[in-house]
């Protein structure tokens, strides 16, 4: 029975994590505020569920995610796999757009540079920021739009870090498949995030990435479970890919909660184990803004869902049927 501590192996490397593994961007204030306690007893609480693999980036909160997690790690004296990622770098400025995080810092602003000396600088200051001395995994993040300069440029500086042993395994997180698929062609990857694009509202990664995945021997990571919110809460107002939900959207998301509900089964469980259904996914991702959010995450992974419901959503119609090549 996959419990969210079972330990699975980072493809090509020698680092154990835990299948649920726990976002940061939240911690960024994504969306919404989060207080400095709030951020340190959940992720204080992560570890108390023997929670140890941690993903996290620049851009969630300009830096302020890396902060708030780093003040724990480096102080936690327990072991642990921390991802983080290169692709923007912070620079100063007077007054920032906020965007997407509340807890922005108002004086940085990221400024997308996959140069190799924009992906060195955005290694050595995450260091700092993060207070620790190492990083184990190292993610092209957000390369959609910069992929020629990310695989020529950025690319090598991660492969030669591989190489050296500072860091311990290369990849990508991005939001969109075929992007995605041109990286993992391209570049000798031990992870691939993928958010969003295998959900219970979205299973495109399974026509080409996943089984590219499968071949290259690559460990998919599958985040944006709750396709940014809607699959949470499908209700006026919710997020779909970090923008306001259609009333499609939200009609769909809500068919699929009460197709549930009526087998007696929550529309989050299933939208957080939905991912483990494919075997190239090796890990979810979730991210929490406080520990009674985690603990429900956790529940919800833990619970046992019937043995076919997914078949039975296969033959409603709702979602895909499972291909797996």
Request: net charge negative; hydrophobic share 40%; proline share 5%.
């Amino acid at each position: 029975m996959i419990r969210h501590n079972t330990k699975v192996n980072i493809a090509g490397t020698d680092l154990q994590v835990t299948k649920l593994g726990l976002g940061t961007a939240p911690l960024g204030g994504l969306f919404t505020s989060v207080l400095d306690t709030d951020s340190d007893e959940l992720i204080n609480s992560a570890f108390d569920n023997e929670i140890n693999f941690f993903d996290t980036a620049p851009q969630y909160g300009h830096g302020t995610a890396e902060i708030r997690l780093g003040r724990i790690l480096k102080n936690i004296g327990k072991p642990y796999v921390l991802e983080t990622k290169v692709g923007r770098v912070l620079n100063a400025t007077e007054a920032a757009d906020k965007a997407w995080f509340a807890d922005a810092n108002p004086h940085l602003e990221p400024i997308f540079d996959f140069s190799a000396e924009g992906v060195k600088r955005s290694i050595e200051e995450s260091l700092a920021r993060l207070g620790v001395d190492h990083i184990d995994l190292a993610l092209l993040h957000d390369a959609e739009d910069h992929l020629d300069t990310a695989i020529r440029e950025g690319y090598p500086v991660l492969d030669d870090y591989r190489r050296q042993g500072i860091i311990k395994g290369v990849g990508m997180g991005l939001n969109l498949c075929a992007p995605s698929v041109r990286i993992m062609k391209e570049c000798d990857l031990n992870v691939a995030l993928i958010a969003g694009r295998y959900t219970l509202l979205d299973q495109e990664a399974q026509d080409e990435l996943f089984p590219l995945a499968m071949k290259k021997n690559v460990s998919i990571l599958a985040a944006g479970v709750y396709n940014s919110g809607v699959l949470a809460n499908p209700n006026p107002g919710a997020t779909y890919n970090y923008l306001p939900a259609s009333e499609e959207i939200i009609n769909r998301a809500r068919a699929i909660g009460e197709f549930l509900k009526a087998r007696n089964v929550s529309l989050t469980a299933a939208a957080l184990q939905f991912p483990l259904r494919h075997p190239a996914v090796t890990v979810v991702l979730t991210g929490s803004r406080s520990k009674a959010e985690l603990e429900s995450n956790i529940e919800d992974f833990n619970t046992d869902l019937p043995a076919n419901i997914w078949s039975e959503l296969e033959a409603s119609g709702l979602i895909q049927p499972l291909k797996v090549s």
